[in-house]
């Protein structure tokens, strides 16, 4: 039988959260209806469908962390579907078809390296505690990339990573490779390289269904018997942003004995094509932006309008993390822990895999007071929301005054509150005073302005005593959904 050329689907199946970090609570979506939010309208137009037809047992993807989690609650019949997936293309082939994803959907190269590590350590345990195997790719959010961020990958012990043409030199001639990339510390990591052009063709043109497998049997006829040709796009590009698409990836999916090429998944094409050629990368480029990442740093002309407030909202949440990591990692050496490997590990108790005080007891904390287990607990908790403050939603858009940034400024009151009840320091006003200069080109309105509207909603103020806050903390707590508490 002649060797034909093979297709691959990946699809990066993601939603943003899309809870308040403080009250735990949905926000209306009037627009979804008539669904009452978006998750549950892009479940019935996408995730559902898709599932129901077997497409993601033939695709690779990555199923976001935070939409994973509601998933689970919400519509655990789909989630089921989707884990099973994975489950039989492991049984039939013998590795996974998904990929982990990073993650709360960090810009990797804006972040620091510890970051970038427990970011990819915790997006690794997320995609362990719902698939039951290790993966052996990750999702880069947005495809931002830069070798600090491929070393971690690689340290991390994933084998590869998916980017677009545009983001890689080299000799490109087989397709989606995959390709080696050299890293500069010795170790080396495989690189997909998505075809750009036709991803977009059905990112934004969708064909008919019935169009879908000559359109690429035409596409293919050029490739090498042998060569893999990659579709990686958002995966509610099927059903959700085209409703026939669901029908269009189950006609990708399954092509015929009359077609001219084969479907097949990363992780299969790995082991049997292992890349040969060596490529570098264009370091600090993602795939929704052509401006050194300045979508999410600096602002660019990606998004209408003035966009200094994200460099600006950028500094007050580095110089707020920078204060919270000292106060925690003076904590922490002062009892001779590691802070960060302590942090990377915490994610079991995110994970409900262990419970808080198992955890201390494992690292022989078992002995302190209770409220000095708490108290450690609550710096290693508010380095959960220290986390989540990077989404990159919060920088993705047009302005300030939106509900996305706004999440990650409350996602740093909720830092801010944990870190004040244990240590005593109010790290609010050197907060506002960098919220002053991240100005709403929308409304004029400045980041410290939306910080006091979320204090005043609270009725915590820089001017309460630590106490007072621990007492806010507490009633804060007690109404807090447990899935909000736990891990992405
Ligand atoms: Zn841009």
């Known amino acids: 039988m002649t060797l034909k050329p093979f297709l ?32 549950n309208r892009v479940t019935a137009e996408c995730y559902a469908p898709n599932a129901a037809v077997g497409n993601f047992a033939r695709m690779s993807f990555n199923l976001g962390g935070t939409l994973a989690r509601w998933m689970d609650d919400c519509v655990h019949e789909t989630y089921q579907q989707i884990v099973s997936a994975v489950y039989q293309h492991r049984r039939r082939y013998g590795m996974p078809n998904g990929v982990a994803q990073a993650v709360h959907h960090t810009i990797l190269p804006l972040a620091r390296g510890r970051d970038k590590r427990c970011q990819v350590r915790w997006g690794i345990a997320s995609y362990v505690h719902r698939f039951g195997v290790q993966p052996d790719g990750i999702w880069l959010p947005e495809m931002a990339v830069d070798y600090e961020t491929l070393e971690t990958v690689a340290e991390a012990g994933l084998s590869f990573v998916i980017l677009s043409g545009e983001q890689v030199h080299g000799d490109l001639s087989r397709g989606a490779g995959p390709y080696l990339v050299r890293l500069p510390h010795g170790r080396s990591i495989a690189v997909f390289v998505r075809d750009r052009d036709l991803s977009n063709y059905f990112s934004f043109s969708m064909p008919e269904p019935e169009y879908t497998r000559p359109l690429i049997n035409e596409h293919l006829s050029r490739s090498a018997p042998g060569a893999l040709t990659l579709i990686a796009t958002d995966g509610e590009t099927f059903g959700h942003h085209h409703k026939h698409g669901v029908r269009v990836l189950e006609a ?30 264009v370091e600090n480029t993602a795939w929704s932006c052509a401006h050194d ?33 000292e106060i925690y990692a003076e904590m922490l050496c ?35 007071t209770s409220m000095a287990q708490r108290r450690l607990l609550d710096l290693l908790e508010a380095q959960v929301y220290r986390q989540r403050m990077f989404v990159s939603c919060a920088f993705f858009f047009e302005d300030l005054e939106r509900i996305e940034p706004r999440y ?81």
Request: with cysteine; hydrophobic share 35%; proline share 7%.
């Open 252 to 281: 990708l999916t399954t092509p015929e004995s009359s077609d001219a090429y084969e479907i097949t998944t990363l992780a299969r094409y790995l082991r049997e094509y292992p890349p040969q050629t060596n490529v570098e990368i």
């Open 293 to 325: 990442l300045g979508r999410w740093a600096t602002g660019c002309h990606c998004t209408p309008g003035c966009g200094q407030w994200k460099g600006a909202l950028r500094r007050a949440l580095d110089n707020l993390s920078r204060d919270i990591d």
């Open 8 to 39: 691959c689907i990946h699809g990066h199946f993601y939603q943003p959260p899309r809870e308040d970090p403080l009250t735990g609570e949905c926000r209306d979506e009037p627009s979804a209806a008539p669904f009452p939010n978006w998750n």
């Open 408 to 488: 990650a400024i409350a996602n740093a009151v909720r830092a801010m509150m944990l870190v004040s009840n244990v240590s005593g320091d109010n790290l609010t006003r050197a907060f506002r005073r960098d919220l002053r200069i991240a100005i709403s080109p929308g409304t004029g309105r400045t980041g410290a302005q939306i910080l006091d509207e979320i204090l005043a909603g609270m009725n915590f103020d820089e001017d309460v005593s630590p106490d007072v806050l621990g007492d806010a903390r507490a009633r804060l707590t007690a109404h807090m959904p447990a899935h909000v508490v736990a891990a992405q």
């Open 334 to 368: 002062q009892r001779n822990l590691a802070p960060w490997s302590l942090r990377d590990d915490y994610v079991r108790v995110l994970l409900r895999q262990i419970s808080g005080p198992r955890f201390l007891a494992e690292y022989h904390l078992g002995h302190l």
